[in-house]
């Protein structure tokens, strides 16, 4: 339970809103998923009052990652300040996206992470409103094992996000490497699994141009026990590339051949992997 402290200037008097904020849960959807905080006011003096909440949050991961913007949220429902202290509660609903939920995995690193909330709200009383901006950040600790449970429940699939950065405008250099990759995805996300297939193969031959490897008669003319890691991954770029020649070239034999969704998804997948890795 997270607590924090609301103030409201009500007729020049000082009046303190405490809300207590349980445990995040996370509640299944299609893509996009809800992350849920249930609030409740602790203690007040404002019986017949309506309290709204509404804010943004952040997420700060482990190993020294920087903050991300997660999402803004807002109440579903008032919370009802009854007498006697008595109070409703609601759940305040962030919507996050699969690339976000991947991207706090990454961040998290296998350890608990820090949700930080910022949060802003508005007094209903006795027919006034009164709001109150909070620059404030609220920071609270998501245990690793209880997310990790809510976690595996949100799909049956695996899923892993791979950076490939690049400063420019795509011309040149990486950036044309990374412009080629994201025309992949546009054509994949498109249904378009041949032209995806196209735009992976011209981002690894563009990449290798910017980088010295191993030749394939190297490799193979070296005993398998006696390669180095570099003579071992430029395997593999070479056998990623022998698959990606038959991607559409505007030939007869390219034209013929096939490539599947889940082709498509491999190629992909396998291409940022290894020109996301550092090569050097």
Known sequence: ??????????????????????????????????????????????????????????????????????????????????????????????????EQLWRIEDMRRGDEFQIDLRVNAVLVYQGRAYSMINHSQYQMRVDRDRWLRQVANVERAAHFMVAVPAVGDGSEGMASVVKFLREAEAAYRDNRDRDAATAVRRAVERFKTLITLPSAKNIDATDREQRDERQRWAAVFYAIMGVLNAAPHGDVVTEAAEFSRRDGQAVIAIAMGLLGRDWS
């Open 1 to 98: 339970m997270y607590n924090i402290d609301l103030g409201f200037d009500v007729e020049g008097i000082r009046h303190d809103i405490l809300v207590s904020f349980g445990e995040p849960q996370l509640h299944r959807g299609a893509g996009q998923h809800g992350l849920h905080l249930t609030a409740t006011v602790a203690r007040h003096d404002l019986a017949g009052g309506i309290l709204l909440l509404q804010g943004d949050s952040t997420v700060v991961g482990a190993g020294g990652h920087p903050r991300v913007w997660l999402a803004t949220f807002t109440h579903t429902n008032p919370l009802y300040l009854r007498n006697n202290g008595v109070t409703s509660d609601c759940p305040l609903v962030m919507a996050v996206t699969d």
